[in-house]
């Protein structure tokens, strides 16, 4: 059991629709998403005072629809929205004014989310200050790297076998995940389906796949969807709507993958190596299940919503 020992005050906390993360620059400055408000806001040190960096809006340097947010050590961060009829990844400096930004090609669907997490497009991405890590399976690869300007540097990582082929959206979906850069390479974890999670070496070469197993998932996984009901967009398009096993994950300062799940209040920890070595389950105002984790460089572990911190 992992008991808050820090948190944003809940006078600052409550101006937020949905803090989706919440993370702190090298600077000592924190940083708040909120998903629901379509904004990024910044907290001082002390947590005494917040301010809005970005505000709503489809014009380059605001955010409309926003899915995913990743802050750099150096307080620069990255977002991606859906202003229109494509997704946009826009990088800022700490204080809000836009650095660089690119459209993806092709047209996004509806966006769908199921239990806070984002099921289509650009839901997860990592953004460490010169590169954009997304997972991208339509390219036919589950990782792809791109430069702040959009240029694509590599793909890589083959897609897992999911008995789905034939139904092209569920394939994908259940080959949707988070891509997170760890100190000898790339981890990557499935948000859908069987729950497994990959290392990869700094080559894009396969190091292993691990399942993710533990009692509190026995449930889960042998309740694991064969169909899926579907949902129909606006230009009347069926989509399935894939419930996800994870809800997020992230990597911290000693390489250990942290794995937080849907319906379940546990993170499972993993060592380099690929074997659990901690069952975690985080109090703050009452059992916590996180939607975002992210280790700062003091070794504090900031959790939304809620914007606690933790001592791992």
């Not at 690119?102 to 460490?128: I, M």
């Not at 995940?177 to 790339?186: D, F, N």
């Not at 659990?276 to 984790?293: C, T």
Request: hydrophobic fraction near 40%; proline fraction near 7%; charged fraction near 20%.
């Amino acid at each position: 059991m992992l008991r808050s020992v820090a948190a944003v005050p809940a006078e600052l906390v409550g101006a937020f629709r949905e803090p989706a993360a919440f993370a702190q620059a090298a600077s000592g400055q924190y940083f708040v998403f909120d998903r629901a408000g379509h904004a990024v806001y910044g907290i001082d040190r002390a947590l005494t005072s917040a301010w809005k960096i970005v505000q709503i809006g489809a014009e380059t340097g605001r955010i409309l629809q926003p899915t995913a947010f990743s802050l750099a050590g150096n307080g620069t961060f990255a977002m991606a929205d859906r202003p229109g009829a494509a997704e946009r990844i826009q990088v800022f400096a700490p204080g809000g004014s836009p650095l660089s930004g690119f459209t993806l090609p092709g047209r996004a669907d509806e966006l769908v989310t199921l239990d806070g997490v984002v099921l289509n497009g650009v839901g997860t991405l990592h953004y460490d200050g010169r590169r954009l890590l997304l997972s991208q399976p339509e390219t036919g690869a589950l990782i792809a790297e791109y430069s702040p300007s959009g240029d694509v540097i590599r793909t890589f990582g083959d897609l897992r076998k999911t008995g789905q082929e034939a139904d092209r959206d569920v394939h994908l979906g259940l080959n949707s995940g988070m891509p997170l850069p760890a100190p000898e390479g790339i981890y990557f974890v499935f948000l859908a389906g069987v729950p497994a999670w990959r290392k990869y070496d700094g080559t894009g070469r396969l190091v292993f796949e691990r399942h993710i197993e533990g009692p509190e998932l026995d449930a889960i996984v042998s309740s694991l969807p064969t169909e899926w009901r579907r949902r129909r967009t606006k230009d009347e398009r069926l989509i399935p709507v894939i419930p996800p096993v994870v809800r997020t994950a992230g990597v911290d300062r000693q390489g250990q993958l942290w794995v937080s799940l849907v319906g379940a209040p546990v993170t499972y920890v993993y060592d380099a190596d690929g074997e659990k070595v901690r069952v975690v389950r985080f109090e703050a105002a009452g059992a916590l299940s996180p939607a975002s984790l992210f280790f700062s460089r003091t070794g504090r572990l900031l959790v939304a919503p809620g914007c606690y911190e933790f001592a791992p």
